[in-house]
């Protein structure tokens, strides 16, 4: 029996010799064979082989698929030059109807079966272990001489056939101060699952509690580290479980195929290809991934917005890089809620100012885009002209369909939580993300005032309420932007969906590209000929311009020809 001591530094070959031999006392390959590909197994009858397939290319983050071999053909000469599939994993795994029904050292008894059956080898994070190492990261899995935590996951894969089931992951703790190294050293190994899929807490992939995996070994976090995920090959032992073929062999995970291939040297990469790590949430514990050039992109946006043509003094409201990580949060969002009206002008009727709901309109145009609830609250006094408002968006092509608009009162204590949860239920947000834009809030002496210091405490609901109780439900993000700053958070949502990295991480490298909907996301931005029609319509409904009151072409005292549609095309700009 050979112990495991010195293993790491074997050739490929020699290490397949020994486990063929069935000499070796360990219970996976993490850490063998460093800087070498190793490689899951599924073994299906040939009449699945070309699904299987299907379902590896439309999965390809989980399935990156090495290798494919021929009916009955045991070797895999692109991988190794002495293999013999049936003998050559420390394990096996043997299904029939979609129960395992065995653990096995060799497959040589199933010779004859084996004839009709095809070999699939695909990509293993246990190949990145190296990269990782060489960034300075500890693998803890290896330092704890154990398996790699794998986990069944609530994200459902792409079906393609009788092949479905959700994602499989592996979890390995990383130092915080290291999640952004760790990313880069494996973002190119696209053939060992790449970057992460996830990184923060395990709740929002639907795993309950990391001490209990589905597979492998439970590994200890330190005190600092942060869970991160990755897509893992076990995901094709979940698709053999779902179809139920009345035979299947697969490796047992953890126990992989150890080829002759060396793992990719990283390659000089360009700011679109080089990702950037980023916190937007702290509860739940939540990071994102972006291109450095959208991350760039989205800081100029803010810059852009952070000008002050008319003297307001709003210099002291701008938070430095909040753009971005808003943007990211709502791009993570399935349902955002957006507030806007300031009834500044409390002699006219309607009193609201035209500062704010463009560019609430054109938030809500790329939410709608982009396949996101949104749904907007507004005083109860103001709905029937947010109505006409937003029904004037979808006549002029602004809004693909109406906005659900809803109305906020404080009835009793938790009126802001039975708002913004079902049942009252913190556990069960309705909203992920709430937007307000040019909206009153409620001074220290419990009125609400224009900024002519002029009370209109009469002319708002409390709809600010639900922004301090968000602060308390976990999951609940916030956001204030100016109207300015409403069409900025629409190109940037727009340069974030194109961005492949971040796309990626969106759809946990399961399904395809999003990128097909380009065009339409592209439709939905503001442009100057929207917004002027808008404020036509605006106009038409006596709402009027902060600063002056005046019913003419202004937002603010500033005209719309040369200062906003300026500012309209410098950030469609960016988007180009």
């Not at 002008?345 to 054109?362: C, I, K, M, S, V």
């Not at 040019?438 to 405490?457: L, P, S």
Request: hydrophobic share 40%.
């Amino acid at each position: 029996m050979i112990l495991t001591g010195g293993l790491k530094s074997l050739l490929p070959h020699v290490l397949r010799r020994i486990i063929r031999c069935n000499r070796l006392s360990i219970s996976n390959t993490s850490g063998m064979a460093e800087g070498y590909k190793q490689a899951n197994v599924v073994i299906l009858h040939k009449s699945l082989s070309d699904d299987f397939e299907k379902f590896c290319h439309a999965n390809d983050g989980p399935l990156p698929l090495l290798y494919r071999s021929k009916p009955g053909d045991w070797k895999c000469p692109s991988l190794s030059s002495d293999s013999d599939i049936r003998t050559d994993c420390l394990q096996y795994r043997i299904y029939e109807h979609g129960a395992c029904t065995g653990s096995l050292k060799s497959l040589k008894e199933y010779s004859e079966q084996l004839k009709d059956m095809v070999t699939f080898y695909l990509g293993c994070s246990f190949s990145f272990e190296k990269a990782v190492q060489n960034a300075g990261i500890p693998i803890r899995n290896v330092e704890q001489k154990c398996n790699v935590s794998m986990y069944k996951t609530a994200v459902p894969c792409y079906s393609v056939s009788t092949f479905c089931c959700n994602l499989v992951v592996t979890m390995r703790p990383i130092p915080e101060s290291k999640l952004e190294a760790a990313v880069l050293a494996t973002s190119e190994l696209k053939e060992a699952h790449g970057a992460p899929i996830h990184m923060g807490d395990p709740g929002l992939l639907g795993i309950q509690d990391l001490s209990k995996p589905d597979y492998g070994d439970p590994v200890h976090l330190h005190p600092g580290d942060i869970p991160a995920f990755w897509a893992c090959g076990v995901t094709g032992v979940e698709a053999v479980i779902n179809c139920r073929a009345p035979l299947a062999f697969t490796h047992s995970p953890g126990c992989m195929f150890i080829t002759d291939l060396k793992n990719d040297n990283a390659t000089v990469r360009s700011s679109r290809e080089v990702p950037q790590v980023h916190c937007i949430s702290q509860d739940p514990l939540h990071y994102s991934i972006v291109s450095a050039e959208a991350a760039q992109k989205i800081k100029t946006l803010e810059t852009l917005i952070g000008i002050d043509p008319g003297d307001r003094g709003i210099i002291h409201l701008h938070r430095q890089d909040e753009l971005l990580k808003a943007c990211l949060s709502i791009s993570h969002a399935r349902s955002v809620l957006i507030t806007t009206g300031f009834p500044t002008h409390f002699t006219y009727e309607p009193p609201e100012e035209n500062d704010g709901p463009p560019g609430a309109l054109a938030i809500a145009a790329t939410l709608q885009a982009l396949e996101k609830e949104v749904a907007i609250v507004t005083d109860q006094r103001a709905m029937n002209l947010n109505k006409k408002i937003i029904e004037d968006a979808v006549q002029l092509g602004i809004l693909k369909r109406p906005v659900p608009l809803l109305s906020y009162q404080r009835e009793s204590a938790d009126s802001a939580l039975m708002f913004l949860c079902e049942n009252g239920n913190p556990g069960r947000p309705r909203f992920d993300h709430l937007i307000a834009i040019e909206r009153a809030g409620m001074a220290a002496d419990g009125n609400y005032y224009n900024a002519r210091k002029v009370n209109i405490k009469h002319l708002v609901d409390p709809i600010d309420e639900l922004f301090l109780a968000a602060q308390t439900i976990p999951g609940i993000a916030t956001t204030g932007v100016s109207n300015w700053g409403g069409y900025a958070i629409a190109c940037a949502l727009y340069i974030l969906s194109t961005c492949e990295i971040h796309d990626r991480y969106l759809r946990k490298a399961v399904g395809f590209p999003q990128l097909s909907k380009k065009m339409v996301w592209l439709s939905a931005l503001p442009s100057v000929t929207k917004e002027e029609k808008l404020l036509k319509a605006l106009v038409r409904h006596g709402v009027r311009s902060g600063k002056t009151a005046s019913l003419e072409m202004e937002v603010d005292g500033l005209p719309f020809y040369n200062t906003h549609s300026l500012m309209i095309e410098k950030l469609l700009q960016e988007v180009h």
